[in-house]
């Protein structure tokens, strides 16, 4: 049997206009920062923002999507569209890392003075502060919600605020210091942190794509809970568990008394399913019902080999 659990997400499309919206602002702000100094630093930290853009609109799509019900042709619905769009995420900001890494190597072999350095810095902390708001925005729905798509989104704006300090205390120091060649090197770290980034997430929703076992505290409550129902009549066997965008699944064997009545075990596996969507959200539950008795219950999939 299956059922799913009564909890329903909100549309979650509002978060994606908000870093859609945020994400125009912050590019206008860092190419007036990139254009008044001529920072190489703040031109990498513009680009960036470019992608977060890309990102957002990706991210309000993929939202779109998810949102839509299981139907004939996705009979469990659409929830692994916030992978592909994480993982475009992460693409795009390879991309924009390598962009930055040429323009920082052209810097480099060709130093330019920086030219009202104050003022675009003043600007670049302005859009900093704007991305940090929004960036825990982000997060704080994502986990919320279950988003991997906003959590993504937040922290690649989280990452760009961090790219941003360091962008600003690049541009200071050559201010400082005089020494030209400091901008690009800047710049290189932070193309190099940025690919880190985007490697992780492509990780993580490949990850996901390929079916990954719930976390270990989720499987922890899942086990609680079959302990609770475990007696000398009653054993779980086989239980599976996945990951597919913010839905849980779990699927397992059910072992009673061969001499129970269907309606008795339809009870208890009733019971089962009902605390397991009392302790986990956007759970669906699968409970195939099994004789104790009969030896053949006890088999399963193994799963370090191919089962046929």
Do not use: C
């Not at 992460?90 to 323009?103: K, M, P, R």
């Not at 708001?133 to 760009?160: F, P």
């Not at 076992?213 to 609770?228: C, E, G, I, S």
């Amino acid at each position: 049997m299956a059922n799913a659990s009564a909890t329903s997400r909100p549309d979650l499309t509002r978060y994606a206009l908000l870093s859609i919206v945020t994400a125009l602002v912050v590019i206008v702000m860092k190419l007036i920062a990139w254009r008044v100094s001529g920072s190489v630093g703040l031109l990498s930290d513009a680009l960036e923002s470019v992608v977060n853009l890309a990102a957002a609109i990706a991210a309000f799509f993929a939202l779109r999507v998810v949102a839509k019900p299981a139907d004939a042709e996705h009979n469990f619905g659409h929830a692994k569209a916030e992978y592909f769009s994480a993982v475009f995420e992460g693409i795009l900001i390879v991309v924009a890392a390598i962009a930055i890494i040429v323009a920082a190597v052209d810097r480099l072999l060709h130093p330019a003075e920086l030219e009202a350095v104050g003022l675009g810095l003043a600007i670049s902390v302005a859009a900093t502060v704007l991305n940090g708001a929004v960036a825990v925005i982000l997060l704080r729905a994502g986990r919320r919600y279950r988003s991997m798509t906003l959590e993504a989104d937040g922290k690649h704006l989280l990452t760009d605020v961090w790219t941003t300090v360091g962008v600003i205390v690049g541009v200071f120091l050559v201010a400082v210091t005089g020494w030209l060649p400091l901008d690009a090197i800047v710049a290189i770290l932070v193309a190099v942190n940025i690919i880190v980034v985007g490697a992780r997430l492509i990780w993580r929703s490949g990850d996901g794509l390929l079916d990954a076992a719930l976390p270990a505290v989720d499987l922890t409550t899942v086990n609680d809970v079959l302990d609770r129902f475990r007696t000398d009549e009653v054993a779980f066997h086989d239980v599976r568990t996945r990951e597919s965008g913010h839905e849980r699944y779990v699927q397992m064997h059910m072992l009673v008394p061969g001499v129970w009545s269907v309606d008795r075990a339809h009870d208890v596996s009733e019971r089962v399913e009902d605390e397991l969507h009392a302790a986990l959200d956007h759970l669906r539950v699968s409970i195939h019902i099994e004789p104790i008795e009969d030896p053949r219950a006890y088999e399963s999939w193994r799963l370090d080999s191919n089962p046929h």
